[in-house]
């Protein structure tokens, strides 16, 4: 077997997480390049063929598995970098995309900004033609419409065009020539099409996540390529892989076709490598909360069950995609701290990012971030930051703060630790949007801990929630890369077939399943899977009658019969009922979309537990430095420990600082890290009992 390795672009770090051969893990973090985010990948994947004394060449030879989470469909769209670009609809229908669902975001913020669009009106088209709900044609496709559209689109210099018409995911013949007319009209123009990128009921969120893949996919398609071309020039012989916002890794092809599916994908690494930790653990229950160098993401695991949600969103565009169930905000290492008009101080969620980065970097950077807050505070060491392969200055992090300190007159000391408290009040409430605003009471899950930034402030924020435990791995600071490394190849479809279980005509269904499982048997196959290496899981978006949004539900495997059917209404009515507290198991029960996820997992990496010692801590205490405690209300002379020298079966009690290369642990008075036999760190929270 030889290596595996995670690459994963993040807004301030670009991380990477290698497994080799023999078991070890080696970690390392990159400052991301914005404007050219593949030169973060060259140099890191460089710096780590230089540390294992491996020419380029014979390094990336050297992995059999690369996986790679990419940021560049999300900055595309935050930035609004993307090519200028048109969407047909059917006429009379052209503004879905300006009405959205009919609800604000917010809706009772009457001084709330109507969203810029995506896409100008003029250039939003409508061409006539009309496919009804059963797939019949009531109506046409006028081909003069379409090139009289498509006329106006070159004039207005429009490289890229969506189309999404009403019921093409029952009957797609007209966008399908719509599109062989725009690639004889305009050859160079970049096509999505609604029927393959998501061919479900809800016309908005269809239209939307057409016009996302229009605006990203030739981003994308430029990037991945380059990217896939490095790995290929220097020897690399498989399929490299990337990370899917659903959870699972495909093939770059698979994402060039279905752009929207890369929206999101580093974070959605999260769950499945906190599935990874949880199970080795054994611990099922879990709360995933990553501070990174931008955002905060929060994801709950259930069961040991990976959360999707169909109403997954990146700056109020709805994906449509059953996507990992990831909650984020921008609270991170570099979020910036300002003074409001009220004179209140405020955190984010703008954030220093790379470029110019936190002051303490010395790289440009003047604002107070969170990280500079957490140097003032004693947290972070400025001369063994990353493993001491970048330095701070806390002195830039002190000029920063006292701004404003002046302003707010206070203490640069009281004006950080105001910072640190904020931050932490913003995560505590993505937290809670994750599960005590879902009805989950979060006491009895297990915090696991990711990014680079989070093993400062995972174990107070936990507190806050009552939650007794929390697990830093040693890949803390690369979590995400650490996930795609962790998480299954994969393949989603959609078949969009309405039917009501009280006339439902099982061999339909079967014949639905049969074409899917088909197509993902021959997908997986064709990257090496066997079908015994293969997993097949359907399911149905379920509904009652005259309700607008459906839930997925479970569906068996095999060959179905007649009494299913009323297994997969029982399987609705008790989903409904955990997730709404009620059900009505007389009524009938409306099945609109059939899935099917089709995965297979990589081998197994080789990291092997450590036996448990009773050696004491004292032997990795590197030292002695001021550190401030909210709990003491001062700066206490705290013991310091290197992380990689605390072996399974040690113990240290806070208060304390423990190093690990990419990320630093806040041991507070009154906890306690136990090392386990993975080297993961287990922080053991007092709680009082309630």
Known sequence: MGMRLGIDIGGTFTDFILVTDTGELIIRKVLSTPAAPEEAVFLGVADLAKKLELSLGDFVSSCDHIIHGTTIATNTLITRSGPKMGILHTEGFRDILYLRDGFKPERYNLQLEPPTPLIERYLRLGVSERVLHDGSVE????????????????NAGVTSIAVSLLWSMINPSHERRIAEIIEEEMPEAYIALSCDILPRIREYPR???TALSAYVGSAIEVYLTRVAEFFQTHGYRRDLLIMQVTGSSARVPDIQQRPVLAIGSGPAAGPPASLFIGEREKESDLMLVEMGGTSFEASMITSGELPKSTDANLHG???GVA???????GAGGGSIAWIDNGGMLRVGPQSAGASPGPAC????????????ANLVLGYLDEDNFLDGRMLLSRKAAEQALDKLATQ??????????AIYQIINTEMVGAMRAVSVMRGVDPRRYTVIVGGGAGGAHAAKIAQELGIRKAICPTVAGGLCAFGMLAADVGHDYLTTRPMNTDNMNIDDVNEVFSDMETRALKELRTQGFSPEEIKLSRFADAKYPYQSHEIIVAIPPGELCVEDIQ?????????HERLYTYCLREMAVDMNG???TATAKLPPMPIKPEPIGTESADSAKSGMRPVYFHEVGDFSNTPIFSGPLLRAGMSVRGPAIVELPTTTIVVFPEHTVDVGEHEDFHIQIPQDDL
């Not at 109506?139 to 070159?154: C, H, K, N, Q």
């Not at 996507?323 to 905000?329: F, G, L, Y």
């Not at 297994?567 to 989903?575: A, E, K, L, P, Q």
């Open 139 to 154: 109506t046409p496709l006028d081909e003069g419409s379409v090139r009289d559209a498509l006329a106006a689109f070159r």
């Open 207 to 209: 239209a939307c996540a």
């Open 317 to 319: 565009f709805p994906i």
């Open 323 to 329: 996507a990992v169930d990831v909650h984020s905000i």
């Open 361 to 372: 970097y010395n790289l440009g950077g003047v604002e107070a971030t969170v990280t500079d």
């Open 408 to 417: 707010l007159d206070m203490t640069v000391v009281g004006v950080a630790a």
């Open 567 to 575: 297994r997969m209404s029982d399987s609705f009515h008790t989903t």
């Open 594 to 596: 059939w899935r099917l």
